[in-house]
Every structure is written in C-alpha cells, then in structure tokens.
C-alpha cells in the first residue's frame, strides 16, 4: 500500500503502526491536551503535539507546543557546533 495520509506512523523501534492518543489533563488552573502516538506492541511513545489552556488574569491562554520531529531525535542527535574560524 502506498497512500500517504499524515496520520500514520509507524513504530521506530519495532515497525508496528502505531495508534493516535489523546490525554487530557486538568490540573488546578489548567488543562493540557496531549496528542501523541503510541505504539501498542512495545509501548513506544512519540509526542505530537500539546496544547495547554491556562487562565491568566482573567483571560484564557492557549500555548501551543508542535513535535515535528520525533522523540528518538534526543538520542544521541543534538550536536552543538560552535564554529570559530
Ligand atoms: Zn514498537
């Protein structure tokens, strides 16, 4: 099968496609929305993105935290470079 939908990911340590989640919590003053995958073999967790609704001042803020790039990217990947020439 070759159609791409974004929506599908597949498990990078054991290939299982992996299912979408929501978590939301509510905690005292706010409310955080979870997307993530997870997957169901081994229990691999990628996050998606996270929403967190708090009220400040008497407004609603909304904050917005995207994932565009996997979990397993901090293993290892994060490289500082510092170029002095
Ligand atoms: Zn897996």
Redesign the pocket.
């Known amino acids: 099968m070759h159609s791409s939908n974004g929506r599908r990911m597949t498990?990078p340590?054991?290939?299982?496609p992996?299912e979408h989640w929501v978590e939301i919590e509510i905690s005292n003053g706010g409310k955080q929305i979870k997307y993530y995958y997870k997957?169901p073999?081994?229990?691999?967790r990628v996050n998606d993105l996270v929403l967190s609704i708090k009220r400040q001042n008497g407004a609603i803020v909304v904050t917005k935290e995207e994932y565009k790039t996997p979990m397993r990217s901090r293993v290892g990947n994060i490289k500082r470079v510092n170029k002095n020439e």
């Not at 340590?13 to 299982?16: D, P, Q």
């Not at 073999?41 to 691999?44: G, K, Q």
């Open positions: 498990c340590r054991c290939g299982t992996m997957c073999r081994c229990s691999y």
